[in-house]
């Protein structure tokens, strides 16, 4: 460990994730001095690209942005990093409820009954979550009925068939990254809500939240951010204590580091920030709250092939499947660049059965999966990757904190309120595309300009 | 803070309450010198009895054992603490579904139809959790079935009366201290097994779980305990940081104090445990599971009136009501003194709501459900004392760790097993009782004798 430093500031931040360092940036702005301590040897939280070979890389964290993801392409604009849009041409490949692989077409065909039972839902849905504020959940006027039971559970009570429940299933998995016996029904509709409806959540395409991707990578944001503030950040900092008053704080890390300020911004996931000490200690509501916002489970696997074959053969790279670890895939092939890179989502059960598993097992399966649906090519990647977040020390699971049954009606004035000089940041705590990187720019600018605020 | 001290042992053992005491003892019985590092300024943890006035004292924490709790009657008579039954003389008073209030044979004769109901869903959770292996819950054969949805929506689907429902609720609410809508069905029928029976679980006398107290209050027991080891416990040490290898630990406090040892056992809840920073870090299927480990919400109130009036009109000093803020009350006098004092409890939403409120409005609202049910005298106590747990930063809700749908076939395994020379104890981790301080005991034993046997 490192000798004992210190270091002044005016506001503390804790994490140089996209939130934090967009907090530091905005503090500095406003004529402020930030100091942001990070606990890993890296900027950047949830997102992380990984060059893998000359030409390749691969976003083992947050990949996408869209349409309506303003502040992102502001910030990108002003970064100076560019987007190009996600490929979408060609047929998805299903095979779900026994049927076998069956091409897009095919599936729209034999199974228009149950899309037809899926759409009904998601638009149910769509006029449920109308009706629930995204600054506070729990005033929904039905909030107290949607927060007792599951999302899984209503689901179950919808008269589903089984391949409707099934891609329902699938779909809300890709987004909340648990099961969804594991979320209130509640917090699933805050979720749709934040984002605007089901069709911009779930769709990849046509104003959904995947249409985009950056340029170099999306670590590319929190790189050329973290160079705009370079002298206002610390790695390998983990913040342990928290000493606060009226007065302002001293923030203790691991090493030795003590960091004073006249405010902190707590910007890591609410499981996280819970496990800081607190002293004088917070109170109950707060600590409670911090017990139950469990992060999801999530993997991501790359596979690199000389070419992206599927293309040739009509396909855009998707998978919806119940069958084998990876529920959905997606063509993530660099433009300017000959090689095909296909990347496999494993999901809630999925991340945590086969995350378990020896890399090689892992690959095993899901290479056999892509080859149902993409043929032999499939079997000879040059490279694979994959990537799982709950053994990361510094971030504990993906993509987010997930609000169980009774959380949000019992808890939820405590997600974001600040706490004398503690503000909380983090896109759990966001109230706009919650849970994406949109959401972690809004919840820096807003703890950001409260603290401002807040400062004679 | 304090300056850095160190201390070597064989075994340091994080947490002095009950179960970190039992595992201390059992280490030192070995012949091995153990560590106690307890946080706060007291040894007990979930056990604290307070004096309140000369000759009277109230348990602010655990108070009874039962008549299987063989265990604690054997540690009791060991550290010469001896024991009282629980007054059961006369009638429970009860006010539900807008009867109002009514004596207890008034209320059996009313509500005879639903007393039946609940009569049968009690015997149809025990056929049930009869086949839930304590050991290990995650193999009983409908496991994933009964745990996918919640121990409320299972109760929900039983077709009960709104009556029989609320008794339901209640019942289990204060055995759990959540409502019923965040617990895992599974974990409910667990509960029932690791303690026998519904009747042993939730009944007050014969057999029941909450038939006898300590003389002296139950602080007696750490009490007493903690003299037998105290060269070998040091208080206001919180542990922060655990470095761990295959040749030992190196165990770091808030303060300094550095504590070396071949072996560790966390005998603190899962959610605290889930706090100190684990140095190499932890599997994530073990960091997700204590992300999912709540602690439960619950207050006990006592009111000391100069003699127990009660007792002369005919109660027993129990209440049972949906009304007031209080769902269940005891009488909790002291053999050998003439006040009356009673207990009442805020579990759950309750213990939440009211336990943000000023003491004065929660008193005034308790003070009124006594005064509805025991009549004028009960408006004028002598003493009122009230105490919540989860504002108490080194133990952060009770009675104990809540299992929402989906964490034990999960995440179940990681619960107790060792990782490396890291070991798991608190009562959270036992098979008997597990919740109760007879789980306390047992775990911390397991704990010491695996770590006893894993030293050469």
Redesign the interface.
Same mark, same amino acid.
């Given at each position: 460990m490192s000798q004992p430093r210190s270091v002044d500031a005016d506001v503390v931040i804790v994490g140089a994730g996209l939130s934090g360092m967009i907090a530091a940036r905005t503090v500095l702005a406003a004529g402020l001095v930030p100091v942001v301590l990070e606990a890993d040897d890296r900027v950047g939280g949830r997102i992380l690209t990984e060059d893998v070979m000359p030409g390749v890389s691969v976003e083992l964290g947050a990949q996408w942005i869209g349409d309506t993801h303003a502040r992102m392409f502001r910030l990108a604009d002003e970064l100076g990093v560019e987007t190009f849009p996600q490929y979408d041409e060609g047929e998805t490949s299903y095979d779900l409820g026994g049927s076998g692989v069956l091409r897009e077409n095919e599936f729209h065909t034999r199974f228009a009954d149950e899309l037809a039972e899926l759409e009904r839902v998601l638009r149910r849905l769509d006029e449920l979550a109308a009706d629930v504020p995204v600054e506070a959940p729990w005033l929904a006027p039905r909030a107290d009925e949607w927060d007792?039971?599951?999302a899984?559970?209503w689901y179950d009570n919808q008269g589903l068939s089984p391949v409707a429940r099934t891609l329902l299933e699938i779909c809300t998995v890709g987004i909340l990254a648990?099961?969804t016996?594991?979320v209130s029904f509640l917090h699933l509709l805050f979720t749709i809500q934040t984002c605007g409806v089901t069709a911009e959540l779930f769709a990849e395409s046509e104003g959904g939240a995947q249409t985009t991707r950056f340029v170099g990578g999306t670590s590319e944001i929190p790189r050329r951010l973290a160079a705009l503030i370079t002298d206002h950040i610390v790695l390998d900092s983990?913040v342990?204590?928290i000493e606060h008053s009226t007065d302002g704080v001293v923030v203790h890390c691991?090493g030795g580091l003590v960091a004073r300020g006249r405010r902190v911004i707590v910007a890591i996931s609410p499981?996280l920030a819970?496990?800081i000490?607190y002293d004088p200690?917070l109170?109950?509501?707060r600590? @409670?709250l911090t017990?139950?916002?469990?992060?999801g489970?999530a993997m991501k696997a790359f596979f690199v092939y000389d070419e992206p074959f599927w293309r040739a053969d009509g396909f855009n790279g998707q998978l919806i499947s119940d069958v084998g670890p990876a529920r959905m895939s997606n063509d993530t092939c660099i433009p300017g660049d000959d090689h095909g890179v296909i990347l496999l989502f494993l999901e809630g059960?999925q991340a945590?059965t086969f995350?378990?598993l020896p890399v090689d097992e892992r690959r095993a399966a899901l290479t056999a999966e892509l080859v149902r649906h993409y043929g032999a090519k499939a079997a000879t990647p040059e490279f694979y990757v994959d990537g799982?977040?709950?053994?990361? @020390?510094w971030t504990?699971?993906c993509y987010n904190a997930n609000h169980?049954?009774?959380v949000w009606t019992?808890?939820g004035e405590a997600l974001a309120a600040p706490i004398g000089v503690i503000h909380w940041a983090s896109t759990d705590t966001a109230t706009h595309w919650s849970a994406y990187m949109e959401g972690a720019v809004e919840a820096g600018e807003r703890a950001a300009l409260a603290v401002v605020d807040s400062l004679p």
């Open positions: 007792v039971i599951s899984g559970t648990v099961p016996v594991e983990p342990q204590t691991r499981t819970g496990r000490l200690p109170s109950g509501i600590d @409670q017990q139950r916002l469990p992060n489970s059960d945590r995350g378990r799982e977040w709950s053994d990361r @020390q504990r699971g169980g049954p009774h019992t808890y």
